[in-house]
């Protein structure tokens, strides 16, 4: 049998009824109600807890994270703007070479200029958000939503 101290602690009058209760409801002495619970407290956690990153490095990942963002906030806006001020560089271009030209004539020209558009995005896009295969385009597992 091991040898065994003597420990005294000196809860506060409620905590020992709740102890005692609990003892009592284990079948337990307090004395090995205590003991038990603090067993069972250093086994459940330890007090000095690491923490799995510094403060320097949860900054750094936050700054590179957001970094990334911006980046790809800056190439949703460059294609945005390659879109729709291509259509608006279009229409200012034809209306100067052509003054006075009318509304349908305009979108004549809009629908005419369409496939040209239309295949300078897909080759912007090819490679990194599209596959071009069999004359097929496929989108790309790197996703490439915009």
């Known amino acids: 049998m091991a040898e065994s101290k003597h420990v005294a602690t000196y809860p506060t009058q409620q905590q020992y009824i709740r102890w005692k209760n609990r003892a009592d409801e284990l079948g337990m002495s307090t004395s090995e109600f205590i003991e038990a619970m603090v067993e069972a407290g250093l086994k459940k956690f330890d007090a000095s807890v690491a923490p799995d990153e510094t ?81 097929r385009y496929y989108p790309t597992n790197s996703g490439g939503e915009q």
């Open 55 to 135: 403060n320097r490095e949860l900054r750094q990942q936050r700054n590179e994270l957001k970094d990334e963002l911006d980046r790809a906030r800056d190439r949703i806006q460059d294609l945005e703007d390659a879109v729709y001020h291509g259509e608006r560089r279009t229409i200012k271009e034809y209306v100067r070479a052509n003054p006075g030209a009318e509304y349908d004539e305009i979108i004549r020209h809009v629908m005419r200029t369409v496939p040209e558009r239309v295949t300078t995005h897909l080759d912007d896009m090819e490679g990194q958000e599209f596959l071009f295969d069999d004359d």
